[in-house]
């Protein structure tokens, strides 16, 4: 944040200032009471399992000037938690000279505060949601837009009710154009965060089974993408994915102009004559009729729709597109989403940052693509939040595994299992093996792999194939000092 003083904080959070000097300059926003960056308001949380309160005082110590407190409500309950901070042996006085501010709801009044920190914000701002992909576009969406501004993008995964707000206070007043992300995960989010962005212009990636969970359907989760709207410039673009079976029959909200991108016909921006060459595609994209070939430097057919999005927002934003192009080329990558490392002539593919039925297809599809003749090796754990039909997902898995032979599978998870279930239904001979820990499957890639096996990690991130990935990495490392993992972008 930018010259924001607690007393600001207070009135946009409607709070009130218990402990403190409210002249006190606040430069950033906290939720971890263990890190810092300095001059921080330290926003403790109440989740399901544990509430922030308890941190404050540690938050504080670790370099918070200012705190939102529920827990207390006027400035004798302070002085008593700060009485109890000083019987436990520590000193009270750096506890004693921070900012209390006394609030209702610690989140609500953070969503607040990002609404005051938009209303400073005078940049465009292009927001970014979708099912799949969301990041990797974001992040394709910035390079191209980079070769006509300073780009700002969502650090990490700050795409939510708590993530949004403080992505609002952190963009920087020198920046030309900002690029963030929006998810949702439940009925209500993305109107919430919506209102929180006000975003100038807005861009929906696909509409998959992702969170079909907590939203009973398709036309459901298109819906709830929809209200990214809210709150949008007036004069704001809603660009739109053209091959998505949904968005391409949308109209958006309140004569808002829709732009399509894809590879349909019906696309201002398309893509044309795709092919892969060595996993990378390499296309023709036709923009408002002005043609340019693109090679990316990420792999997977996939890819080319979010390609073309960036294109599509470069080119309505007056970037020159042969620029936007090149910079897309540079392109190579977000950790754990398709990520190609060589270990000498070994290659790993990280794509374990998250998985759905489409993602996972995708991964399949490059690793297929890539080094003929090499052993190909799928490491393949659970698709999560995919609601009542999710075993059937994860044998539409195998089904496809079954028409496009891997050499080896290793299965991770109780849904994954489903996925062996697709191949033997099919009467497919490619051999798949259960294992029931990352462990096992670190042994196994210890005890089976070899120099030009091909390999593919992809599972929800909460199955942890990330930690697996880097374990295997290193261990490759230690054996063959030498062959230093080389990142290919």
Known sequence: MENISVKQIVEAAKGRLLLGNEDQAVRAISLDSRNMAGQDLFVPIIGEKVDAHRFICQAILNGAVAVFTSAHENAAQVEAAIR?????GNNPEPIRHAAWIAVEDTKKA???????????????????????????????????????????????????QVGVPITMSEIPAAAGIAVIELGMSEPGEMEKIARIARVDSAVITNIGIAHIEQLGSRENIL???????????????????????????????NGHPVVFFGTSPQCSYRAMDVRLDEGYPVFTADCRGQRIPVRLGVMGTHMVSNAMAALAVAGEYGVDLRAAAASLEEFAGYKGRQQVYELGSLTVIDDSYNASPVSMKAGLEVLVSMKPGARKIAVLADMKELGPDEAALHRE?????????????????????????????????????????????????????????????????????????TEFISARQLLSPAGEAKYQG
Not at 224 to 246: A, H, R, S, V
Not at 439 to 453: C, P
Request: charged share 20%; glycine share 12%; with cysteine.
């Open 110 to 160: 953070l969503q607040d505060l990002g609404v005051y920190c938009r209303s400073r914000i005078t940049i465009p701002l292009v927001g970014i949601t979708g099912s799949v992909g969301k990041t990797t576009t974001r992040e394709m969406i910035a390079a191209a837009l980079n070769a006509g501004f300073k780009v700002y993008r969502t650090p990490g995964n700050s795409n939510s």
């Open 223 to 253: 819906k709830e993408k929809l209200n990214i709207q809210e709150g949008m410039n007036p004069e704001g673009i809603l660009f739109l994915n053209g091959d998505d079976d949904l968005l391409k029959n949308v109209s958006a909200q």
């Open 397 to 469: 898995i195998g089904y496809y595994i079954a028409e496009h032979p891997v050499d080896q599978v290793l299965l991770l998870g109780d849904l994954a299992a489903q996925i062996g279930a697709g191949i033997a239904e099919k009467n497919g001979n490619t051999p798949f093996i259960r294992c029931g820990s990352p462990d096992e499957i670190e042994a196994w890639l210890k005890r089976e792999t070899a120099e030009g096996d091909c390999i593919l990690f992809k599972g929800s991130n909460s199955m942890r194939l990330g930690n697996v990935v």
């Open 84 to 88: 109890d901070w000083e019987k436990l």
